[in-house]
């Protein structure tokens, strides 16, 4: 107990120096310095490839400007919050006291999101989310500290619902890991597609990162008697849920439909050809002929070999944001740092994805979803063909204090 | 009554994965009383050592065959050289063990995720085990129908050598009286670390066998340690039938809150611990005093 005790004893004193020696720096030396950024991202667990391809996307976006704001070099500290609302608060803490950045980007899980965006607020530390994707953050919990640069769950799923229902699907069953965004998800689907005239039969939650077996599941699913089982699972446990899937028998019998979470590139190599012809909703494929996509995944494939997946453009977006945004404030952070967050809401900029707007809750809105099939190309490889797309919707009301 | 007869066999079938998860545990922890929480190590050990061997191979049954054995000397070595020299120095507390093998579990994880990054693998199901059998009406894989087989194999067999022969006549009498054992003339040292070894190549075992079904990845025996200590406690502590039958409680608790009663299955299995470590906590079927 001694020895602990005088560690923090030490890392009190040592804090309280820094903490006089930054004060005694004049301000205009701290604005020749680097900007830094915290990138918070759940770099182990589940969700340790997604995080992986969202922190290379947003150094391909960074490097498009040169790693570099009106010349101030850009620092990146990076931090894991293992997808765990405590850990966050606690790096995000450490981000505002003792790393003292600029800015914080990144974060994956909405669990963590809800956790930091109140310190955000109460900081007044501009957080910059990257998924994120549960309506409530840029509803309930939204703050003029706060934006998103990917879409709220509602304005894909919602779109995604209304699409299926129009498609002849009557009726489906959902499946979802039981936590903020699996509900926010499979929520805005079922919105979406009952109020365009579908029925989900059965909403069949999992428990989140603790499932391994899911034949209980699929069991009560195929017994539903449903058309489709409509589906919300990424990393992980979206291997083992299209596997054992496919193990049951039931890719014949009721479909497994999904977004690009569930039949992402990464999962690819254990799938196997368990993922051909499946049929998903993604916001963003390689393949999507715009000239600002096919820049980017030759940049990546340049950097990285290989083709960048859905979570790689969506850091690639919260990173060009953020850039795009401290170019326009010429390179500086603004006293008011909540004049940060408003310079990016009236952003509007071509991403690999397509036009990125915001709202005016500070959440980026979607303006195409793309339907598509994964096929085996005429190189043996596999990859995604077109089939349809649809604009996504907008956000849930509830925010009251963005501006 | 037939999807409940199909959630039956989901639930067998689970059953008999958290026994073969749990088995040695309950073994080592019966017989040298030793809080392992590194089990989950080797469940990762023995999966990425079948991935190698298959992938070399391109055989599942080489892949589970050869798996174990990586984990069995793992788990040999941190007993003869880890564990029992700090028992020999009065350093293994329930406290110092847990610890120890606490860290051991996430740096197994971290070292895995630094040779292999953090991408997912999977065995290919053997063409033998491939396809599906119509059961009950539906079509159920047969994979699924091989586990439980393998489960109740393994339990059947480690119960005649435990009671039947005279490697388990020696692991009992160990149990009761180690100084004695000793006196005889046994190199108890070594027996334990073998037990050690072979608990430790089941959890292998039972990784290689898991990953046609599920996914292998850095961090696929952090979550498993939990259930597989529910299953120690419910069972017994170190009773070897005891948590065969409760694997079977938890497996079909499991099962049967995840198909009826969604809502309660985080906690379901942890009810039942908390209710087992209130009325009977010596486990439901630990008679006192009776190990392994």
């Not at chain 1, 500290?77 to 608060?89: H, K, M, N, Y």
């Not at chain 2, 990054?117 to 009950?136: M, N, W």
Request: overall charge neutral; hydrophobic content about 50%; charged content about 15%.
């Amino acid at each position: 107990m001694t020895i602990s005790f005088k560690g923090y004893a030490l890392i009190g004193f040592a804090g309280a120096i820094g903490l006089a020696a930054s004060a005694a720096v004049p301000t205009h030396a701290q604005e020749k310095g680097a900007i830094k950024i915290g990138l918070m991202l759940p770099y182990k667990g589940v969700y340790a490839v997604p995080a992986e391809s969202i922190d290379r996307g947003f150094q391909i976006a960074l490097e498009e400007f040169g790693n570099k704001s009106n010349g101030r070099p850009i620092e990146i500290i990076r931090a894991d919050d293992e997808l765990t609302p405590s850990v966050g608060v606690q790096k995000f803490n450490k981000f505002v006291q003792s790393d003292k950045v600029d800015l914080v980007a990144g974060v994956v899980g909405s669990n963590v999101a809800i956790a930091i965006s109140e310190l955000a607020d109460k900081n007044k530390m501009p957080m910059v989310f990257v998924n994120a994707f549960a309506d409530e953050i840029t509803g309930k919990f939204c703050s003029p500290y706060i934006a998103r640069t990917s879409f709220s769950a509602n304005g894909f799923e919602y779109a995604s619902g209304k699409y299926w229902a129009g498609k002849g699907v009557k009726t489906a069953v959902t499946m979802g890991p039981d936590y903020s965004a699996g509900r926010a998800f499979i929520g805005g689907f079922k919105r979406g597609f009952e109020d365009n005239g579908g029925k989900v039969i059965e909403e069949i939650w999992t428990p989140f990162q603790k499932t391994k077996d899911y034949s209980a599941a699929l069991t009560q699913a195929a017994n539903s008697g449903a058309q489709i089982i409509y589906a919300f699972y990424a990393g992980a446990e979206a291997i083992q849920v299209v596997k054992q899937h496919a193990d049951f028998g039931l890719r014949t019998k009721i479909p497994f439909i999904g977004d690009h979470w569930v039949y992402d590139e990464a999962l690819w190599p254990a799938l196997g050809d368990l993922a051909l012809n499946a049929q998903h909703v993604a916001t963003h494929y390689p393949s999507i002929e715009t000239e600002v996509n096919q820049k980017f995944v030759k940049a990546y494939n340049a950097k990285y070999k290989q083709d960048p997946d859905v979570s790689a453009a969506l850091g690639y977006d919260n990173g060009k944001a953020i850039m795009l945004t401290l170019e326009k404030l010429g390179g500086q952070m603004p006293e008011d740092r909540a004049k940060f967050i408003a310079t990016m809401r009236d952003l509007t900029f071509d991403s690999p994805r397509g036009k990125i707007k915001f709202n005016a809750q500070n959440s980026a809105l979607l303006e195409k979803v793309y339907v598509v099939e994964v096929v085996k190309g005429p190189d043996g490889k596999m990859q995604r063909k077109p089939l349809d797309q649809f604009p996504g919707a907008g956000d849930l009301p509830g925010c009251t204090k963005s501006f | 009554m037939q999807p409940f007869l199909i959630q039956l066999l989901n639930g067998v079938q689970l059953s008999m994965l958290v026994f073969l998860l749990a088995v040695g545990l309950t073994l080592i922890f019966g017989l040298m009383n030793i809080l392992n929480l590194a089990h989950g190590a080797f469940f990762t050990m023995g999966a990425y050592f079948g991935l190698v061997v298959a992938n070399k191979t391109g055989s599942f049954w080489l892949a589970l065959l050869i798996g174990p054995l990586l984990p069995f000397a793992a788990g040999f070595v941190l007993q003869f050289f880890v564990l029992q020299p700090l028992a020999q120095r009065g350093r293994s507390t329930h406290l110092d063990l847990a610890l120890l093998t606490f860290g051991l579990l996430f740096a197994t994880a971290g070292a895995v995720e630094y040779i292999y990054g953090s991408a997912f693998h999977s065995i290919v199901t053997p063409d033998l085990l491939k396809g599906r059998v119509a059961l009950l009406g539906i079509e159920y894989p047969i994979y699924r129908l091989f586990i439980t087989a393998v489960g109740i194999a393994i339990a059947i067999a480690l119960v005649l050598v435990i009671d039947r022969t005279l490697v388990g006549a020696t692991l009992r009498a160990g149990v009761d009286n180690r100084e004695m054992v000793t006196a005889l003339g046994i190199n108890i040292n070594v027996l334990f670390a073998l037990v050690f070894g072979f608990g430790s190549a089941l959890a292998g075992f039972a990784g290689v066998v898991s990953a046609p079904v599920m996914s292998i990845y850095s961090s696929m025996g952090i979550g498993i340690v939990v259930t597989t200590f529910v299953v120690v406690v419910v069972g017994g502590l170190g009773n070897l039938k005891g948590s065969f039958y409760a694997s079977l409680i938890v497996g079909m608790t499991d099962t049967f809150a995840q198909a009826y009663l969604p809502e309660a299955e985080l906690f379901a299995i942890y009810i039942l611990l908390i209710a087992v470590m209130i009325f009977r906590p010596q486990g439901l079927f630990g008679a006192v005093g009776r190990v392994a």
